[in-house]
């Protein structure tokens, strides 16, 4: 069973940048599809980007932040990481790292094991 822990969130403003980290642990990590999801307040959660399982050939993003973020996987670190340009205020929510054992999927209901979330925040 893989533990998940996210770090990097932070206070950013509109255009900058952040990346997040996904530390894996207690498991193959080679085993899981990665996946990153997002809930803002008062919102529901949302999918924002997905990694395939085992060397990340295929990556899916939301619509909303294609062309802004990038998903990769570092198997030798056990890591994911979101690296997200262009900053909007809208990406303000608290962002969750999550593990399947899918090949890929945008669907949270094919992750079994999630990250206790990291807070970004943009300010206007």
């Known amino acids: 069973q893989v533990q998940l822990e996210e770090s990097g969130g932070g206070l950013v403003q509109t255009g900058g940048s952040l990346r997040l980290s996904c530390a894996a642990s207690?498991?193959?990590?080679?085993?899981?599809?990665m996946g990153w999801f997002r809930q803002a307040p008062g919102k529901e959660r949302e999918f924002v980007a997905t990694i395939s399982r085992p060397s990340g050939v295929r990556k899916q993003y939301a619509d909303s932040v294609n062309g802004r973020f990038t998903i990769s996987r570092d198997n030798a670190k056990n890591t994911v990481y979101l690296q997200m340009n262009s900053l909007k205020p809208e990406d303000t929510a608290v962002y969750y790292c999550a593990g399947s054992v899918a090949l890929w999927s945008a669907s949270g209901d094919a992750y079994a094991y999630w990250g206790q979330g990291t807070q970004v925040t943009v300010s206007s």
């Open positions: 207690g498991g193959t990590f080679t085993s899981y599809s």
